[in-house]
């Protein structure tokens, strides 16, 4: 978990989403170098600066992702077995040339910037997007089906298949992710298809790695405590909530996370 701490330490900036994934997928892959991978990427990120040349249009720069990823690598969204562990672990990823949304966007997002273009991974609701281009002249990519622009009629059916009819777009459903946000949407939804599955364990140990590269999320302590709780460890499940209040400011979240901890007390005395 060194690594994973590592990633803790750095400025989200800093932070080489693909190389990340990759490192946190390797903790699945003892002993599996991550070297033909990073050249593999390595080589995409070339082949993108030769087709993506003369692109300086944000719509000119998306038609170059999805030439290079999605025409010459082969690189698709999983429609067969979607909720496959594999399309969220990004060695598997790149093996399989299949992915989820989220997976499939962070190779684009990363070879996009390492060319010195703008690529933001989005917050999109049920089904992750890739934004070329200033928030002014946004281009929207779905790296999941070809790496296809997305039309506004287009975003706003995806949306309404998500979360219902009346829904219209804002930019809440647009707005951005930092490096380690990303990251986190990565695992979590390792994670949840885990515990659904019946593997706590395994849903633990997403949530350990999530809370080691991203402490400063609650989301991910409240999650590690409560399953630190359905594996009988009250110990670590409150000093996962004390974790948990270093990097909580809101009143409410405050309380409630003092209201689990006199439990907890309670509980064990």
Same mark, same amino acid.
């Given at each position: ?6 990633? %803790? ?21 003892? %002993? ?7 050249? =593999? ?23 170059? =992702?999805?030439? +290079? ?7 698709? *969204? ?14 598997? +990823? ?21 060319? *010195?273009?703008?690529?933001?991974? &989005? ?31 287009? &975003? ?30 990565? &695992? ?8 659904? *599955? ?18 400063? %999320? ?26 948990? =209040? ?24």
């Amino acid at each position: 978990m060194e690594d994973i701490a590592a990633l %803790g330490l750095l400025e989200d900036e800093s932070i080489e989403l693909d190389s990340a994934a990759l490192q946190i997928a390797q903790l699945d892959h003892p %002993g599996v170098s991550l070297d033909p991978y990073l050249d =593999l990427l390595g080589t995409i990120t070339d082949r993108l600066a030769v087709v993506g040349a003369d692109a300086t249009a944000p719509r000119d720069r998306a038609a170059a =992702l999805a030439l +290079v990823f999605s025409d010459e690598y082969g690189f698709r *969204g999983d429609r067969q077995t979607y909720d496959d562990p594999e399309n969220a672990d990004l060695i598997r +990823v790149v093996d399989r040339r299949r992915g989820l949304p989220v997976s499939l966007a962070i190779l684009y997002a990363a070879a996009a910037r390492r060319v *010195g273009w703008e690529a933001d991974v &989005l917050n999109t609701p049920g089904h992750v997007l890739l934004r070329v281009g200033s928030d002014t002249e946004p281009v929207l990519v779905d790296a999941f089906n070809g790496g296809g622009v997305l039309s506004s009629e287009q &975003l706003a059916a995806l949306l309404r298949g998500v979360l219902g009819p009346e829904v219209r777009p804002t930019n809440e459903h647009l707005a951005p992710m930092t490096n380690r946000q990303v990251l986190v949407r990565l &695992l979590l939804n390792q994670a949840t298809r885990a515990e659904a *599955g019946g593997k706590p364990g395994r849903a633990l140990e997403l949530y350990r790695r999530i809370t080691g590269f991203a402490p400063s %999320g609650g989301h991910g302590w409240w999650e590690r405590a409560r399953l630190e709780l359905v594996h009988g460890d009250v110990a670590a499940a409150r000093s996962s909530l004390s974790a948990m =209040l270093e990097v909580t400011r809101d009143p409410a979240m405050r309380a409630h996370i003092f209201a689990a901890l006199d439990a907890l007390s309670e509980a064990g005395s």
